[in-house]
């Protein structure tokens, strides 16, 4: 059974009437997640016979994260963040070693994002994030604070819709995440792994709330 939890303090301080600045100290368990990831080994590139797998993640992440946010006019207003700490990443012995496929490591994370609210009843939210280390989390740093948690470039796009009368909300959303294609995972001589869940994707529908 997945089970993760978390733990956490902060703080925050109005600067103006436009901006402001979070801290806060968090900690993360979790226990049987699984964790999906595809194997390359390099012999079989030319066969295709990649294996994919699920790998169950258990241990723990701490770290500190900052957000600053502020607010430019009535339309455009903006994020950036920090976070470090400590956490799981994939191991290089993986490849060869099925046994052991997460190792603790220090991760930092950036992330920057703009979102427009236009009076047609548009919003856009635009994600950058950057991950210098392949860091595995079963709960985001930045869990609560954004819409979008996949490396690289993300935009979500959603509109409001006419009700016609009916006592309904409704919205059209285009999602696309991490339209650069990165992918996270390890290498070497033998191979490679790579986390299957993060791959480029591009959504839409509409959502009716009645």
């Given at each position: 059974?997945?089970?993760?939890?978390?733990?956490?303090?902060?703080?925050?301080?109005v600067?103006?009437?436009?901006?402001?600045?979070?801290?806060?100290?968090?900690?993360?368990?979790?226990?049987?997640?699984?964790?999906?990831l595809?194997?390359?080994?390099?012999?079989?590139?030319?066969?295709?016979?990649?294996?994919?797998?699920?790998?169950?993640?258990?241990?723990?992440?701490?770290?500190?994260?900052?957000?600053?946010?502020?607010?430019?006019?009535?339309?455009?207003?903006?994020?950036?963040?920090?976070?470090?700490?400590?956490?799981?990443?994939?191991?290089?012995?993986?490849?060869?070693?099925p046994?052991?496929?997460?190792?603790?490591?220090?991760?930092?994370?950036?992330?920057?994002?703009?979102?427009?609210?236009?009076?047609?009843?548009?919003?856009?939210?635009t994600?950058?994030?950057?991950?210098?280390?392949?860091?595995?989390?079963?709960?985001?740093?930045?869990?609560g604070?954004?819409?979008?948690?996949?490396?690289?470039?993300?935009?979500?796009?959603?509109?409001?819709?006419p009700?016609?009368?009916?006592?309904?909300?409704a919205?059209?959303?285009?999602?696309?995440?991490?339209?650069?294609?990165?992918?996270?995972?390890v290498?070497?001589?033998?191979?490679?792994?790579?986390?299957?869940?993060?791959?480029?994707?591009?959504?839409?529908?509409?959502?009716?709330?009645?």
């Open positions: 059974m997945n089970k993760s939890t978390r733990l956490e303090f902060g703080v925050e301080r600067l103006d009437n436009r901006s402001t600045i979070e801290a806060n100290v968090f900690f993360d368990s979790v226990v049987g997640r699984g964790v999906g595809e194997s390359l080994p390099f012999s079989a590139v030319a066969s295709t016979s990649f294996d994919d797998f699920v790998a169950d993640q258990q241990g723990k992440a701490m770290g500190v994260r900052v957000v600053y946010n502020r607010r430019w006019n009535g339309i455009l207003s903006t994020s950036a963040g920090y976070a470090y700490g400590t956490g799981q990443k994939l191991s290089d012995e993986a490849i060869t070693n046994a052991s496929i997460f190792k603790d490591d220090v991760f930092q994370t950036f992330f920057g994002q703009m979102k427009a609210d236009i009076r047609t009843g548009t919003s856009v939210s994600v950058f994030r950057l991950s210098p280390r392949a860091t595995v989390f079963a709960i985001d740093p930045f869990e604070r954004l819409a979008i948690y996949d490396p690289s470039l993300s935009v979500l796009v959603t509109q409001d819709l009700s016609w009368g009916l006592p309904i909300d919205e059209a959303i285009l999602d696309a995440r991490n339209l650069l294609d990165v992918h996270t995972g290498s070497g001589e033998e191979g490679a792994l790579l986390l299957n869940s993060q791959r480029r994707m591009f959504r839409g529908g509409i959502l009716v709330r009645f």
